[in-house]
């Protein structure tokens, strides 16, 4: 059974800091990119960053750059994501996700992952 554990979320003031992590179980970890994607009240969900750890390939969205890092621990099958000037634009649930890599490369290599598996979701709010 696929599993995706996210934790880490909480409240912090802006440009604050903090760290995400998903624990993952049920697949081969190398073969399967993990993403971390986030949803505000009334938005649309949006991916902001992801992984393909085998091949240490990482993509961020435009809004994060510079701000967020995304790593892996091959041997503990775990994602994590750390935020740091955080924003009040970044309050949001933050969900870990998976989806098989198609070994496709290039620049938006990642909008070719078939996002198959998800977590519960974790709140992170900024305040100003």
């Known amino acids: 059974e696929v599993q995706l554990v996210e934790s880490g979320g909480g409240l912090v003031q802006a440009g604050g800091s903090l760290r995400l992590s998903c624990a993952a179980s049920g697949f081969i970890f190398g073969d399967y990119v993990i993403g971390w994607f986030r949803q505000a009240p009334g938005k649309e969900r949006e991916r902001v960053s992801c992984i393909h750890s085998r091949d240490g390939i990482t993509s961020y969205a435009d809004s994060v750059k510079g701000r967020f890092t995304i790593s892996s621990d091959n041997a503990k099958n775990t994602v994590s994501l750390q935020m740091n000037s955080l924003k009040p634009e970044d309050t949001a649930v933050y969900y870990c996700?998976?989806?098989?890599?198609?070994?496709?490369?290039?620049?938006?290599?990642?909008?070719?992952?078939?996002?198959?598996?998800w977590g519960q979701g974790t709140q992170v709010t900024v305040s100003s």
């Open positions: 996700a998976a989806g098989a890599f198609r070994g496709i490369y290039g620049r938006t290599w990642w909008k070719y992952v078939p996002w198959d598996y």
